[in-house]
């Protein structure tokens, strides 16, 4: 599977984006998507993430309340709206592919948070918040 994400730009502290991820192939249902950042001179980190057929959702302190994943699997896309920016949301955007079931009835009831456990990325988009 191939990613590619947009949507990033510029804003105000307490603006907002919204980031998209397109995925190519057919298979898009098989996998649960994830978001992760990475600031300079900081690791890639976990941001949000949606299991298949959106069963379940998982943000990371630091979004929660203000980020929303969705995915849409007739558009092959996910999805992640950002309200209420900060300029410590300043980061290159990631969004990455999982074979993990997690979210699943019966598996575990949250993502992984590692990016080697991700097997597609995307090739990021810059976001940055002005204070």
């Known amino acids: 599977v191939q990613l590619q994400a947009f949507g990033g730009g510029l804003v105000q502290a307490g603006g907002s984006l919204r980031l998209s991820c397109v995925t190519s192939?057919?298979?898009?249902?098989?996998?649960?998507m994830g978001w992760f950042r990475q600031a300079p001179g900081k690791e890639r980190e976990f941001v949000a993430a949606?299991?298949?057929?959106?069963?379940?959702?998982y943000y990371s302190d630091s979004v929660e309340g203000r980020f929303t994943i969705s995915r849409d699997d007739a558009k092959n896309t996910v999805y992640l709206q950002m309200n209420s920016l900060k300029p410590e949301d300043t980061a290159v955007y990631y969004c990455?592919?999982?074979?993990?079931?997690?979210?699943?009835?019966?598996?575990?009831?949250?993502?992984?948070?590692?990016?080697?456990?991700?097997?597609?990325w995307g090739q990021g988009t810059q976001v940055t918040v002005s204070s």
């Open positions: 949606v299991s298949w057929g959106g069963l379940s959702i």
């Open positions: 192939g057919n298979f898009f249902r098989r996998y649960a």
């Open positions: 990455a592919a999982t074979h993990n079931t997690w979210g699943v009835p019966g598996t575990a009831t949250t993502p992984p948070p590692f990016p080697v456990e991700y097997v597609a």
